[in-house]
């Protein structure tokens, strides 16, 4: 074995220390760094996860904090990170007429769904997250249903700065997209 080659007890076992990521990044500097997450992970305030690099982060935001793709994190490091929506499983609705859809919209708030409202050329689209009961309930609405795999960004609520259930205790906060 080379001398070059050795362990030594100060390498020997070195474990670069976890990043911690505990606050949004709102400035121009551009992200080092990327976090991929599907919607249910980007809803959780308390996270163990990995980046795309692989390197091991932990997620301390405050509580009620929902992530959106393409918004910044600072590590404790210096460190800019960038949160990405992965791609998931989801079930896109469109509907003959925009009262159809407006019915079909109604029926998923009704049940407290997260949904993502869209149009392309095609037409305009509701999206949840893929659930084979909601999909009975949308066929059965006269909603054309399509499974597919895409980035899932649901409204945020009809509260500018957050939502909360009076005197539930909660503390629960949707905040708007782009961290508003």
Same mark, same amino acid.
């Given at each position: 074995?080379?001398?070059?080659?050795?362990?030594?007890? &100060?390498?020997?076992?070195?474990?670069?220390?976890?990043?911690?990521?505990?606050?949004?990044? =709102?400035?121009?500097?551009?992200?080092?760094?990327?976090?991929?997450?599907?919607?249910?992970?980007?809803?959780?305030?308390?996270?163990?996860?990995?980046? !795309?690099?692989?390197?091991?982060?932990?997620?301390?935001?405050?509580?009620?904090?929902?992530?959106?793709?393409?918004?910044?994190?600072?590590?404790? =490091?210096?460190? #800019?990170?960038?949160?990405?929506?992965?791609?998931?499983?989801?079930?896109?609705?469109?509907?003959?007429?925009?009262?159809?859809?407006?019915?079909?919209?109604?029926?998923?708030?009704?049940?407290?769904?997260?949904?993502? !409202?869209?149009?392309? &050329?095609?037409?305009?689209?509701?999206?949840?997250?893929?659930?084979?009961?909601?999909?009975?309930?949308?066929?059965?609405?006269?909603?054309?249903?399509?499974?597919?795999?895409?980035?899932?960004?649901?409204? &945020?609520?009809?509260?500018?700065?957050?939502?909360?259930?009076?005197? =539930?205790?909660?503390?629960?906060? #949707?905040?708007?997209?782009?961290?508003?």
């Amino acid at each position: 074995m080379a001398e070059s080659d050795s362990v030594t007890p &100060a390498t020997a076992g070195a474990v670069r220390p976890m990043l911690l990521l505990e606050a949004l990044y =709102d400035g121009p500097e551009a992200a080092s760094e990327r976090l991929e997450l599907d919607f249910s992970y980007r809803t959780k305030s308390r996270l163990r996860a990995r980046l !795309v690099s692989g390197e091991e982060v932990g997620l301390f935001l405050p509580r009620g904090t929902i992530l959106r793709g393409g918004q910044k994190l600072t590590g404790r =490091d210096g460190r #800019i990170v960038e949160v990405v929506a992965a791609p998931e499983d989801l079930l896109e609705a469109r509907c003959a007429n925009p009262s159809a859809l407006a019915r079909a919209a109604y029926h998923l708030g009704n049940r407290h769904v997260a949904v993502e !409202v869209g149009a392309d &050329a095609a037409g305009d689209w509701l999206r949840i997250q893929a659930d084979h009961v909601l999909e009975g309930m949308l066929v059965g609405l006269g909603a054309t249903v399509t499974a597919l795999r895409a980035p899932f960004e649901p409204e &945020a609520g009809a509260y500018a700065h957050g939502h909360q259930h009076p005197g =539930d205790g909660s503390g629960a906060r #949707i905040h708007m997209m782009g961290g508003r």
